[in-house]
């Protein structure tokens, strides 16, 4: 009986620990013009995203514009709240409502979607987003790292792969997410540390800009660790 009582304390307490994550994937809707598309996200649309949850459970929030190559989607983010309910609290009220009806004025809502991230577990698929250290909280703190490789012939490579980047004590946190061409990972660094990416070909990698909530401005191949 006391292990059960253990196991239901590690449990519980780790599943209250852990964060909420959704790993975005958008691409943009072909009747929208390109020069539209980058102002508007800059100009409207990233803001948005902090009103609405800023001081109600969103943790982080890390946007990026694709240089549009490889055939890579357009715009990606990593969107981090404290908790499934807290973002269901946010996404019910009005204002997030209207927020997440925005999506489709600029993104086909026939291929854009956002994933929820699971715990990674040796094991690895096509269309799911892992995380390696699902109880971590402060990507707003360490320095992010956004890369696209070019995905591995082998599927069951990327095991030992991500296996290898636990390894690794520089890392705060990673999520992963396999594509049928590509596979995306964003990685939480310490501050300072050299990045060294996973053994695959890179397709475009940047380090993200730590903004201040009031200036969310990007180009083509840059993103935002966003502050607030």
């Known amino acids: 009986m006391k292990y059960l009582v253990l196991f239901l304390f590690l449990f519980l307490t780790t599943a209250e620990a852990a964060t909420f994550n959704r790993l975005w994937i958008g691409a943009k809707k072909k009747d929208v013009p390109l020069t539209k598309f980058m102002n508007d996200l800059n100009q409207i649309f990233f803001g948005k995203t902090i009103d609405v949850g800023m001081k109600k459970g969103l943790l982080a929030y890390q946007p ?40 489709w004025d600029y993104f086909d809502k026939e291929v854009s979607k956002s994933t929820v991230t699971i715990p990674f577990s040796n094991a690895v698929a096509v269309e799911i987003a892992y995380e390696i250290w699902p109880n971590f909280k402060d990507w707003q703190k360490g320095d992010t790292y956004l890369t696209f490789y070019k995905r591995p012939e082998q599927l069951s490579s990327m095991t030992l792969i991500i296996q290898n980047l636990m390894k690794d004590k520089s890392i705060n946190n990673s999520v992963i997410m396999i594509k049928d061409k590509f596979v995306i990972e964003y990685r939480s660094m310490k501050k300072g540390d050299a990045f060294h990416p996973l053994n695959l070909k890179i397709l475009e990698s940047a380090k993200l800009t730590q903004s201040a909530a009031n200036k969310l401005t990007v180009s083509f191949g840059e993103g935002l660790n966003v502050q607030f």
């Open 64 to 103: 990026y514009i694709t240089k549009l190559t490889h055939q890579l989607p357009d715009e990606v983010a990593l969107v981090t709240y404290e908790s499934e309910e807290k973002y269901k609290a946010i996404r019910s009220t009005p204002e997030g409502e209207a927020y997440s009806a925005m999506h």
